[in-house]
Every structure is written in structure tokens, then in C-alpha cells.
């Protein structure tokens, strides 16, 4: 009956599409007794989630393994979640349309710290127990992976597991542990001490937290003989024989990112102060061109995309570059396959390969400053001179490229309006410099944004100690640079200073936020990080019946504080993170990796990366 009332329901909404899963490359089998049932959830759209490589991996590897079924599910849109809530039907996965209650694991992908209340509002849907204590041994286990999970302790009491790292070894090692539990009779309380000291695996409800009369913690604590008092991350040691699917999902509606998605290297080792990814995946790990290219030829034929994204945090950092685009060329040129770096540096970017991609299909180029004036892009070592800028945008223009992005950050530490100021400066060179190239040579329109995010310090880099600017400070600034720039060919965005402040709230956050969420989705919230869902008067409600200041956690914060995450170990230590702040105070740049290790402490227990 559920599957029936679905199908109905399918035809009053928009984009049924999305809900279909039966798109090419899904994945369907007959489930039985003995089948151990798995759910990747996503916490966001069907547009968004299927744009998600993670997700594909994770999908297409747990498929791999005997006796186990991965499905899928996405956050409904608000025209079927209101529909459903009517007919009192049941959250559902895609590709068997069986309610969520009926899995053994709903896992969740942490992306961004405002979908915590679409997990949530998932949960609910699906007649799950929000609250992990509140589950039985008959509910499904939740487990959570992602940037997000290195400091999941606001959403650590709704969590029964938390995979820290990368998770192809170590979920098929945690699905093989629950087989054999299943089989011989199970027991939660047994199955979660028995992966409770497997590298990766952070079980929240075995750990404690003590706190100060003021607030701030006292220290994080194991309670379970199996649970370790510090958790490490996991790695693929050996990315070049990881798995990796030679099939994505294709789907039947437009989503983000259509197009194959090829990962050639994983970790960076730039050391950005500001980034979370350039330290949380250390070290770097690259994938050989032959390996690369062999996917790249199955994935195309697999899927009929015409366009190949090559993935990794910095694309102008592999080592093989230039040859990996041009044997990527060579091969499809005759299908119009084209190529896009999405990630290139302005210090190291061969225009010999953008030549080569351009020959296909050419789309605008995307720089990231950072910062506007150099001073402060030596405090963020960003390691990039307004000379690379100009040389780059020159560049692109004499080969006729027309269309520029330039990302900025404002809010970084030591920041002054003069900083801010910059980045106008920063612009109007970019625009002046199309001018000086031969009308022969550059393309028609001059298109040139520029986009502020504001400066969230997160957990595991060197600013986690850092303040956040409050929302008036960050106003001023936007304001300052929307007044200043006034040219026809350059266009100004900016972040939403409200959800840029819940973001800075929870992404360093503690235990005691969870019950700020659970009131936060009574009151209806939930797709947070879409303007037109988003209500920050619920949020600051949320916070004054919770009696928390959310003030409280984007302030600045000691070297001798204990920090919700400090029972996580990434492998980069703590001493590190401080001598790289005080580096940035005094504006000293600190070489690449790939130059002068700068001890960092990945390599003591972490081999095979390029460090």
C-alpha cells in the first residue's frame, strides 16, 4: 500500500523525476532475510546530493558486498514532505520505495553544518527516534561521515556512529563486523564496543563531557572499556587501488554537477590557514594518468556525459597534469568531451593546458585570492602575489577568455577596512587589464564577479582559536564594498551574514546545541541554507528557550582551552596549528609541503602520502 500511495502522490508534485530511482546505473536486488540494508542519506535535494561524489562512491562500493543492499534517499521537497505528513506516509528510499524504519543503517553525509536540521526533520519523517538513547534494538543504526564529522559534537546525541576520515575501508569493515553479529544474534550495545576501536569509528554515546561553571569544557572522556580516549582519522594509504566506481548514477532530471566527476589526487599541501580540507585530508595521495585515464574511458562510456570535472582540492597541483589533460584530449576530442579544472591556483597554472581544453569547449576561469591586499593574503598563507593574479587574468584574456570569478573572504583575523577596501582594488586591476590586451585577441563581454564569503574558523585548522566577526562588523564590510564597487563590468555577491553566523555557531560547537536543533525543527526549521526556507528569528527563538548564548561560540577562544573536538585526532597536531597562528600573526608565510616539511606530524602515523 505505502508503494502504491507513493506513486500517487509522485504525480502532484514537481520533478517527480528525482524520486524515481530507477536511473540508469541504480542498483537493484532482491532482498531477503539475510540481506543487511543500507540508506545513503543525503540531507539536501536530490539536485544537490546527486552532484555529491562521496555519495556515488559510497553507493556504488557498499554494493560490491555480498548480501548487502544500498538504496538511496534525499530530502524531500517541501511540495512532497507536505503531502506525505498528510497521508501519514513513511520517508522512503528510491530504489525499493520501503520505508526508512525498515534498514539497518540510515548513513548521513555531513557537508554543511546547516543540514543538521534536515537530518533531523529525515529522521522524523521517517518514524525514527530522533535521539539515539531513544532508539531500540530494532531501529536502524545512524551513522555520519564528512568534513562536518570531525567536530560532530552538536548532533552527537542524535548519531549512533560517526566514520571520521575516508570511508571505503572502513565501512566495508563495519558492514562485514554487523553481518556476522546479525547471523549470530545482535546485540547494539555488543556490535558498537566491537567497532568502537577500529581506526575511523567514533561511537558518541561512550563518551562524556565535562563542564566549567562558565560554559566552557572541562574535558571530553571515554566511559567504555572498548572506546579509546582519542579517536584517529582513517586514510586510503593506497588511492591508486582504492575502489572506485566506472559507472555514476545518471539522472533523469538537471542536477548541479552533470558531468563525470574524476578524482586525481586527494589531500592538499598548500597549508591555507583558513581551510579545514587542506588539514583534514592530509596527506597528499595521487592517482597515476594511466589509472585515471582508464576510468575516465569507462565512466564516459557508462554514462554519455560529455564533459569530465577533474576533482581534487587544488587540480593545478597534480603532479601530471599536463599530461593528463592532453592523453584526456587526445582520447575523446573526437566525442566533444571537454574538461574543467574547477580548483586552479594562480601561481602554478600552465596556460599550455588551458590551450588544450579550450580546443573542446571553453567555460570562464575561477581564481580564489582570498584576500584583497597582500598582507593579508601572507597572514592566510595563501601563498599567491597580486603579480600571479594579473599575469593569469592576462592570460586567459589573450586567449580570449572574457568571464573571470574571483573569490574573497572578509572577516579573516587581523582585518582591517583598508583589507577590505582591496578587494575593489583587486577587481578594477582584473577589468583594467582586459583593456590593455588587442581587441584581436580577447573575447567580447567583460564579465568580471566578485564574491565574498565571510570567514568562519573552523575546527582543525590554525584560526580555530580565532574570533568570528559578529553580524554588524560583517554588514559594514559587505556594505563598504558594494558602495566602492560601481563599475558596469563587474558584478559583487555576497554571503548571508544570519546563516554565516549559525554556520560559525555549530561549527564549533558542543554537545549542548543538540536540544537548540531539536527545538529548531519543532518550529519547523530545516533546508537552512536556501534563503527562502531559512527563518532566523525560529533559530534565535530556538536559542533563548535553550537558555544559550549563541554568542558563546564564536568568540575568541585560549590555547589552553579544551575544544569539543580535542578527543579527535587528524594527524596534524595541535602544536602545529599554534605555531602556524602565531605564524600568521607576525605575517610569515610558510613554504609547501612539497618544498620544506614543516612538521606538521602527519607522517608519524599516516604513510604514503607525498609529504
Known amino acids: 500500500m505505502q508503494k502504491e500511495k507513493i506513486d500517487d502522490l509522485l504525480c502532484k508534485v514537481e520533478k517527480p523525476g528525482q524520486y524515481l530511482g530507477s536511473e540508469i546505473n541504480s542498483i537493484h536486488k532482491v532482498v531477503n532475510d539475510d540481506t543487511i540494508r543500507y540508506c545513503t542519506c543525503f540531507p539536501d535535494i536530490y539536485e544537490i546530493g546527486m552532484s555529491h561524489l562521496g555519495t556515488q562512491i559510497l553507493y556504488h562500493l557498499i554494493n560490491t558486498i555480498e548480501d548487502v543492499f544500498c538504496e538511496r534517499v534525499f530530502a524531500p521537497a517541501s511540495d512532497l514532505e507536505k503531502l506525505m505528513r498528510e497521508k501519514k506516509l513513511a520517508l522512503f528510499a528510491l530504489e525499493s520505495r520501503d520505508v526508512l524504519k525498515n534498514f539497518d543503517f540510515l548513513g548521513f553525509t555531513l557537508q554543511y553544518e546547516l543540514s543538521y536540521t534536515n537530518i533531523l526533520n529525515m529522521l522524523d519523517l521517517a518514524g525514527v527516534p530522533i535521539y539515539s538513547s531513544d532508539r531500540s534494538e530494532k531501529d536502524p543504526l545512524v551513522i555520519v561521515g564528512g568534513p562536518c564529522a570531525y567536530n560532530c559534537e552538536p548532533i552527537a546525541d542524535f548519531v549512533d556512529i560517526v566514520i571520521l576520515g575516508e570511508a571505503e575501508e572502513v565501512i566495508v569493515e563495519v558492514l562485514e563486523i554487523y553481518k556476522n553479529h ?98 583534514i585530508y592530509r596527506p597528499v595521495r595521487e592517482k597515476s594518468v594511466d589509472r585515471l585515464c582508464e576510468l ?9 556525459y560529455e564533459e569530465i570535472s577533474l576533482s581534487s582540492l587544488s587540480s593545478s597541483d597534480y603532479t601530471s597534469l599536463q599530461e593528463l589533460v592532453s592523453k584526456l584530449i587526445e582520447n575523446h576530442e573526437e566525442d566533444r568531451v571537454g574538461i574543467s579544472l574547477p580548483s586552479l591556483r594562480l601561481d602554478n597554472i600552465t596556460f599550455e593546458i588551458i590551450k588544450e581544453i579550450q580546443k573542446v569547449r571553453k567555460t570562464g576561469l575561477t581564481f580564489a585570492p582570498e584576500a584583497g591586499s597582500q598582507r593579508l593574503r601572507d597572514v592566510i598563507n595563501k601563498g599567491v602575489t597580486e603579480e600571479d593574479l594579473i599575469d593569469a587574468v592576462r592570460n586567459a584574456f589573450e586567449l580570449g577568455w572574457s568571464t573571470v570569478k574571483l573569490y574573497f573572504m572578509i572577516g579573516l583575523p587581523t582585518e582591517s577596512m583598508e583589507d577590505v577596501e582591496a578587494i575593489r582594488d583587486l577587481g578594477f586591476k582584473v577589468a583594467a587589464e582586459y583593456r590593455k590586451v588587442d581587441k584581436e585577441k580577447r573575447g567580447k563581454g567583460l564579465k568580471v564577479t566578485l564574491s565574498a564569503s565571510t570567514f568562519i574558523p573552523k575546527p582543525f585548522t590554525p584560526f580555530q582559536w580565532e574570533a568570528q566577526d ?47 536543533i531539536e527545538a529548531a525543527v519543532k518550529k519547523g526549521c530545516k533546508f537552512d541554507g536556501w534563503r527562502e526556507h531559512f527563518d532566523f528569528e525560529k533559530w534565535m527563538d530556538a536559542f533563548e528557550e535553550s537558555k544559550i548564548d549563541p554568542a558563546f561560540y564564536i568568540r575568541q577562544r585560549e590555547y589552553s582551552e579544551s575544544l569539543p573536538w580535542d578527543h579527535i585526532d587528524i594527524g596534524v597536531s595541535k602544536e602545529f596549528l599554534r605555531r602556524e597562528n602565531e605564524r600568521a600573526k607576525k605575517e610569515q608565510i610558510t613554504p609547501d609541503c612539497r618544498e620544506l616539511c614543516s612538521a606538521c606530524g602527519i607522517t608519524a602515523d599516516y604513510k604514503g602520502g607525498d609529504c
Not at 296 to 304: D, V, Y
Request: charged share 25%.
Open 296 to 304: 575516465a574511458g569507462k565512466l564516459l562510456s557508462s554514462t554519455g
Open 470 to 516: 559578529d553580524m554588524d562588523k560583517t554588514v559594514q564590510k559587505q556594505q563598504l564594498l558594494k558602495q566602492l564597487i560601481n563599475h558596469r563590468h563587474i558584478t559583487f555577491n555576497y554571503h548571508d551574514v544570519k546563516t554565516s553566523f549559525l554556520e560559525g555557531v555549530f561549527a564549533r560547537g558542543d554537545r549542548k546545541l543538540a536540544k537548540v
Open 182 to 279: 546479525k547471523r549470530r544474534g545482535y546485540s547494539k550495545q555488543k556490535f558498537l564496543e566491537k567497532i568502537a576501536s577500529f581506526k575511523g569509528v567514533y561511537i558518541p554515546s561512550f563518551y562524556e563531557v565535562d563542564y566549567f561553571s562558565d560554559g566552557k569544557i572541562e574535558k571530553v572522556y571515554s566511559v567504555n572499556e572498548h572506546a579509546p580516549n582519542v579517536v584517529n582519522k582513517r586514510i586510503i594509504v593506497d588511492l591508486e587501488n582504492v575502489f572506485y566506481p566506472d559507472k555514476l548514477i545518471v539522472p533523469y532530471v538537471n542536477i548541479v554537477h552533470n558531468r563525470v566527476m574524476l578524482e586525481i589526487f586527494r589531500g592538499c599541501s598548500r597549508g591555507c590557514r583558513f581551510c579545514q580540507a587542506g588539514m
